[in-house]
């Protein structure tokens, strides 16, 4: 596996089959790692298609695997940069941390994704909304 990212809140490995790895450390570990599952739960509940989907979550070593949603951008103005942010929040949620380093380019079908969601708030009036 290759690693991504160690910082010291997170460890994120890719495999080579395509999945994605985080490990949360640090300050509030357990808090960030159930708030990006029910996230993205959320999000996918919704049908939302540019955000990993969650394929495990394992709280006793509070790591969650997900799929992979392509390769960081290097670069990318800021009005589309706010664009996506926006088209996120129609489906209940705010980023809260909309930073280009949060964003990746999935080649597959030409979709900037967001990734990254461990501080990300689900909009009042979405919290309890059954997905359409």
């Given at each position: 596996?290759?690693?991504a ?56 070593r ?26 996120l ?7 809260d ?5 949060n964003?990746?380019?999935r ?16 909009l ?9």
């Amino acid at each position: 596996m290759l690693k991504a990212k160690d910082t010291l809140r997170a460890t994120v490995r890719l495999s080579f089959d395509g999945k994605v790895y985080k490990a949360y450390h640090g300050p509030q570990a357990e808090t960030r790692f159930e708030n990006e599952v029910r996230v993205l739960k959320h999000l996918e509940a919704r049908g939302c298609e540019f955000v990993p989907r969650l394929l495990a979550a394992d709280r006793e070593r509070l790591e969650i695997v997900t799929s992979n949603c392509g390769s960081r951008v290097e670069h990318l103005d800021d009005k589309r940069l706010q664009e996506l942010f926006a088209e996120l929040e129609a489906y209940g949620v705010r980023h809260d941390d909309p930073d280009m380093r949060n964003v990746t380019y999935r080649m597959s079908d030409g979709r900037f994704c967001i990734i990254d969601f461990e501080f990300a708030t689900i909009l009042p009036g979405f919290e309890n909304r059954p997905a359409a």
